[in-house]
């Protein structure tokens, strides 16, 4: 356990040496200052649509930071040759794999924090309230969907060679996921066979990130989830990021260094 954790320290303080998170934090001042800067907050209508796209923001920019900071762990280490005095230390492959994902799954908390701590701020400013359970709920099923794709993109950082093409494809998957996948069975309804049941076996497979976003608690302020929901949307999160971490380690186990 001391290894994984040593290993995710470098990961986090990695990320802040290259900058990330002053990206992170310059893109959160901007959405406070988006939002600030409007005086007609008076109206429900133009608040929700604001916060509607702060959150859209803050969703697309912790998916490309959490997929880019993912796929060049593995890579960066051997173009630097670092891998082999790790892996000599003793760590085992294994727990240089849980390292780098806990190190890049608690820097995006960080990151998650920071986000939502500005964005809930300002909008209390303008609201005169703040739903604490609300924002709670967002930031914990947000937090739990990026573990999937920190999974997703640490296995693809051991299949592909460059990291640019693990991160171009993690991101079009989960663009994919995100936007197209909870149709597909809509989509099998007009198919002819085989083609029906491989789209409705797709539908099934893939890991549906959309159950986790849950911005509209926040954009119109409804009442919260029940927890039990949210524990089972962790359990489900959890079992996928487990079968990606899974085939992390059976692909790393028998790559050639």
């Known amino acids: 356990m001391n290894n994984i954790l040593s290993v995710s320290f470098i990961v986090i303080k990695e990320s802040i040496r290259r900058k990330d998170f002053y990206v992170l934090f310059v893109l959160t001042a901007l959405i406070t ?9 008076h109206d429900d209508h133009v608040v929700r649509y604001l916060k509607e796209i702060c959150l859209l923001l803050i969703w697309i920019s912790s ?35 849980l390292g780098k994902f806990l190190g890049c799954w608690l820097a995006m908390a960080i990151a998650l924090a920071a986000f939502y701590t500005f ?7 303008k609201e005169h309230q703040w ?8 930031v914990w099923l947000h937090w739990v969907m990026l573990g999937v794709v920190i999974s997703m993109a640490l296995l693809g950082s051991l ?22 996948a909870r149709h597909l069975d809509q989509i099998a309804v007009g198919l002819q066979e085989p ?3 491989a789209l409705e076996a797709l539908f099934y497979v893939v890991p549906h990130l959309e159950f986790f976003d849950v911005r509209d608690l926040v954009i119109h302020n409804w009442p919260p989830i029940q927890w039990l929901v949210c524990l089972k949307a962790t359990a489900y ?4 990021g487990a079968f ?10 028998r790559k050639a260094l």
């Open 63 to 97: 998916l490309v930071i959490a997929v880019t900071m993912t796929a060049r762990q593995i890579p960066a280490e051997r173009e630097s040759r670092t891998i082999f005095p790790l892996l000599a230390k003793p760590i085992t492959r294994n727990e240089l794999l």
């Open 33 to 41: 200052v988006l939002m600030g800067s409007v005086n007609v907050f």
């Open 131 to 138: 739903p604490v359970t609300n924002y709670l709920q967002a």
């Open 195 to 197: 083609s029906r049941t």
């Open 244 to 253: 990606f971490l899974t085939a992390s380690y059976l692909t790393f186990r």
């Open 237 to 240: 999160a959890g079992a996928y």
């Open 119 to 125: 964005f809930g701020v300002v909008a209390m400013t």
């Open 159 to 180: 299949i592909f060679s460059a990291a640019s093409a693990n991160a171009t494809i993690c991101l079009v998957a989960v663009t994919f996921i995100l936007v197209v």
